[in-house]
């Protein structure tokens, strides 16, 4: 069990052996001077809480001698318990001040120490989406969320966690975004969303940033302000509903493939001018012939995109590979284009 686990652990069984201790004593004063001094129920249990809270006798007071002797012993053990309950509490508040402090500084100290990640603006339901894609391809990531609630569940899952605006330039900030690969714009206001794009984009150059847009109009605007894509679920919803109706067998593949339930998937990668594709003919390779990898498209460093080049398509170093195949052979082909 980790330190920290170990220690949420017996900061609980403090508080609860203390409000035990605490309730003990209630009812063990309550039952004394009911049976000592013959008094009813609500007459004990008044006197067990004044004697409790140290306001004294000032109305109801034992009047034989056993009872004064309960009473004093029991003076004793109330305070004990009292003392011992305030004592208890006191130090599990601390210790979960110094642990949420600590974890705090902990997941700053990790979050300053990730590089090429991806940052992620808003954990609703577009943005809880992407980050169980990214937890589920290893991806590194930083979440910037205010609901609380949902900051509890993440970290939970282990995810590094801002809790603060997304729209301040000081959160993007500590959230890496100079060193950021990417970032997403998933709040549910596209007014904020541009303003997050806008700051980004101030902020890292070349940052590839991905916005959500609620109503069609606001696409051009993400755009202007320094968005590279910009997805509206809407459109995409429609546009996939009327795939469904017109041509299911397509609709059905690529569902397949979303869901991972083909051993066939998708895959980009950039050629690295020290690889062996670099200068080559797409027959040239072992792409096709060994690793059974279907290129779909070519995207030139410049932006020029070939869609489903020929065995003569040179593969020049700066291109992105836009590739379909298995998953083993798709990891080969990225090494391949990498290294030498």
Known sequence: MPPGQRLRTRTGFRIRYALIALVGAIAFGTVGF????????????????????????????PSHGRGRIFAAIFMLVSVSAVAYALTSTVQSIVHWEILAT????????????????????????????????????????????????????????????LVSDATLEETLKDAGVERARGLAACLPDDADNVYVVLTARSLGPNLHIVARAVEEQAEPKMIRAGANRVISPILIGSHRMAQALMKPAVADFMDSIAAETLDVG?????????????????????????????????????????????????????????????????VEMIKLARDT
């Open 34 to 61: 009911h049976l000592l001094e013959d008094w009813n129920w609500t007459d004990s249990f008044y006197v067990t809480t004044q004697t409790i809270t140290t306001v004294g006798y000032g109305d109801i007071t």
């Open 102 to 161: 600590l974890g705090a500084r902990r997941r700053h100290r990790e979050m300053n120490k990730l590089d090429r990640h991806f940052i992620i603006c808003g954990a609703g339901r577009v943005g809880s989406r992407i980050i169980r894609e990214m937890q589920r391809a290893s991806c590194p990531f930083v979440v910037i969320e205010k609901d609380r609630d949902k900051v509890v569940q993440l970290i939970e899952s282990g995810a590094h966690v």
């Open 266 to 330: 998708f895959e980009q990668v950039e050629v690295e001018p020290e690889s062996v594709y670099a200068g080559k003919k797409l027959r040239d390779t072992n792409i096709r012939a060994a690793l059974d990898i279907v290129i779909v498209a070519i995207r030139r460093k410049g932006g020029e995109m070939f869609y489903h080049p020929s065995g003569e398509t040179h593969i020049e170093a700066g291109d992105m590979l836009v590739a379909i195949g298995r998953p083993e052979s798709l």
